[in-house]
């Protein structure tokens, strides 16, 4: 069954009028201001000239504001298209021309660090933010926050589109009451696209996934159902692909505040603990804050659920997080960009689970995942559904998604979904076959980390050494290198993440990772050559 995304937001605000939806520090607005704030945006916007079908380039950071700017873009007709301006300058010029956004709505602060004097600054400084205030011709601009210099004249400031909300109530209702007929009469407007979010790729040809309202509504919508969000529950997290479906359910979505970074400053995120019912974290970041509630377990909330995704969950630590939370239902979470999420894995029957390969859980009922014979003869996880995203940007009208290759090697068992990595990459070490796609995306997620990379080479007897290349976020070196501090949080980090029989034997930082074709995939071969090399040269 599809399901639009703002028709199953409208439903939860007419159910939970009075309840709290969102918070962050000692703002909270209830569902019916969420609701008249979404219809503000979205009726000013539209009176500002935003039409159906604009593109708005979207650098504002997670705050009351920003969900409502968001979701007031969507409820106008325009598509929302995230923009990471720390992808680099050139990257984020590649992405932007792609996408030929009408309008870019940022915070006021990347406007200001982006032009003039403090531009070259920023650069010294290692950041290469584009100029933001040009980087679109023509465009019209949103800005969020004080007015700063650097934001372009004639430019919206995002609490002016918020302001008519307690102004003008009856005209929001009708703003509200016009949107919902026009979805009930033309509902081939929510298939249209809503969300663009970039992945890989490079400059040269940029790779972005388009999700439409049906999409994104379906899959969230189902995500909120089989986690058992509830009314009036504490959720606690900074990703909208979680809060949205907290919303959707009726639950109390609580934002950290800004700066509030569990991988990063673990010590800072225990201040917005307490009070939390349902909490999600990508791995890393839970590791980093189990040692610290592993120090502290008088600081561990009462959670009623911990939800992990973004990278694999492994078994060393959902012990961990078992040990912390023992009376909590632990979700970990598998999916990917295009088909939000995939299957949903209980932590106990994860644990349970001792076959080979690494169980996933239960494929959702919104999708239908199947096994095809690839050309190598593996059985490789194939998905469709009405929450797989339209399409990729540079294929879009010409070649819709109708199905998803995943690429995953895979077997299924009713609707138990077990991974079995891919099968080009895996190596041998010892007895264990090494899939190093289960481990990379964890490993990135460690504070300092900018990319990850495990390759295979062997030794003198034949059997594999695993070699972990880093690329660290600050202090790149020139070649490899084997001294750096980023490699000291990472060997400390990794016990606590990833199983005993995949910890790497060596620890080496690199400036960057080979990448190859159109999709700038990791040329894992390439790696493997030059660590090689290095090893034999003796540096």
Request: glycine letters at 10%; a neutral charge; proline letters at 7%.
């Amino acid at each position: 069954m599809s399901v639009d995304l703002l028709d199953a937001m409208l439903k939860a605000c007419r159910e939970h009028p009075d309840a709290p939806a969102i918070s962050q520090g000692r703002r909270t607005l209830t569902y019916r201001e969420l609701d008249d704030r979404i219809a503000s945006v979205a009726a000013a916007l539209g009176a500002a000239g935003l039409r159906s079908g604009d593109r708005v380039l979207f650098s504002v950071r997670p705050s009351l504001d920003g969900i409502c700017l968001a979701l007031g873009v969507i409820a106008a007709g325009g598509t929302v298209v995230f923009a990471d301006s720390g992808a680099g300058e050139e990257m984020f010029r590649a992405r932007a021309a792609l996408a030929a956004p009408r309008w870019v709505a940022a915070e006021s602060l990347l406007y200001f660090a982006s032009s003039g004097p403090l531009r070259p600054l920023a650069r010294r400084r290692g950041l290469e933010l584009p100029p933001y205030s040009a980087v679109v011709p023509d465009a019209r601009h949103i800005y969020a926050g004080s007015w700063l210099p650097g934001v372009p004249r004639g430019s919206l400031r995002l609490r002016s589109l918020l302001a008519a909300t307690g102004e003008s109530t009856a005209s929001g209702r009708v703003a509200r009451a016009a949107g919902r007929v026009k979805n009930a009469t033309d509902r081939i407007e929510t298939r249209s696209e809503a969300l663009i979010i970039f992945t890989s790729g490079t400059t040269a040809h940029p790779r972005a996934v388009v999700h439409s309202r049906t999409s994104l509504g379906t899959g969230l919508a189902g995500f909120a159902a089989h986690v058992r969000f509830a009314p009036g529950q504490r959720l606690l997290t900074d990703q909208l692909m979680i809060g949205i479906p907290g919303l959707i359910a009726g639950a109390h979505w609580r934002l950290p505040a800004f700066g509030a970074d569990p991988g990063a400053r673990p010590a800072h995120y225990l201040d917005v603990l307490p009070g939390t019912d349902a909490l999600f974290l990508v791995p890393a970041a839970l590791a980093a804050l189990l040692t610290l509630l592993e120090e502290h377990p008088e600081r561990a909330p009462e959670l009623s659920t911990l939800l992990i995704g973004g990278a694999p969950v492994l078994r060393p630590l959902l012990e961990r997080a078992k040990r912390c939370w023992p009376k909590a239902r632990i979700c970990a979470i598998y999916g990917m960009t295009e088909i939000l999420p995939v299957a949903i894995a209980d932590g106990d029957e994860k644990l349970a689970f001792t076959g080979p390969g690494d169980y996933v859980g239960t494929v959702l009922p919104t999708v239908h995942a199947r096994i095809e014979t690839n050309a190598a003869g593996d059985g490789e996880l194939v998905l469709a559904g009405e929450g797989l995203a339209l399409g990729y940007l540079a294929d879009l009208p010409e070649h819709p998604l109708v199905s998803l290759s995943t690429g995953d090697l895979a077997e299924l068992h009713g609707d138990r979904l077990v991974l079995r990595g891919r099968s080009k990459d895996m190596f041998i070490r010892g007895s264990t076959n090494v899939y190093p796609g289960l481990y990379e995306p964890v490993i990135a997620g460690i504070a300092g980390v900018a990319d990850a990379a495990m390759v295979g080479v062997a030794d003198e007897i034949g059997d594999d050494l695993i070699v972990l290349v880093i690329v660290p976020r600050e202090g790149v070196p020139r070649g490899f290198g084997v001294t750096h501090p980023v490699i000291t949080a990472v060997r400390a980090a990794l016990p606590g993440l990833v199983d005993a029989a995949v910890l790497p034997d060596l620890v080496l930082i690199a400036a960057d990772l080979p990448r190859a074709g159109r999709s700038s995939k990791l040329d894992r071969a390439a790696l493997r050559d030059a660590v090689s090399r290095h090893l034999k040269s003796g540096s």
